[in-house]
């Protein structure tokens, strides 16, 4: 059983920063993406920024600049590192790893983004 465990979130004022961690355990192997979303209520669990295991990472044009992602191999563990945060950036953030024929996700952590 593969288990995703994302920590880090909080509440922190407009221009802060936060680091996410998402760690995993189980029977994991091949990892190919990792990968952070966000979702708000009522709306759709959106892509905030993904990498691959050859270090390719992509981002939502929302979050470019501001946001990084990174991951550790070894330890299959990902990270979001968020800096310049706004008040649009408040939404329960989820873990999503792709092995191969499976997809798994996390059970989120909330980051509110409030003065």
């Known amino acids: 059983q593969v288990q995703l465990v994302e920590s880090g979130g909080g509440l922190v004022q407009p221009g802060g920063s936060l680091r996410l961690s998402c760690t995993t355990s189980?029977?994991?192997?091949?990892?190919?993406?990792m990968g952070w979303y966000r979702q708000v209520p009522r709306n759709e669990r959106e892509l905030v920024a993904s990498?691959?295991?050859?270090?390719?990472?992509n981002y939502a044009d929302s979050v470019k600049g501001r946001f990084t992602v990174s991951r550790d191999n070894a330890k299959n563990t990902v990270y979001l590192q968020m800096n310049k945060l706004k008040p649009e950036d408040t939404a329960v953030y989820y873990c999503?790893?792709?092995?191969?024929?499976?997809?798994?996700w996390g059970r989120g952590t909330q980051v509110t983004v409030s003065s």
């Open positions: 990498i691959t295991n050859g270090g390719i990472t």
């Open positions: 999503k790893i792709d092995m191969s024929l499976n997809v798994y």
């Open positions: 189980g029977n994991i192997f091949n990892i190919r993406t």
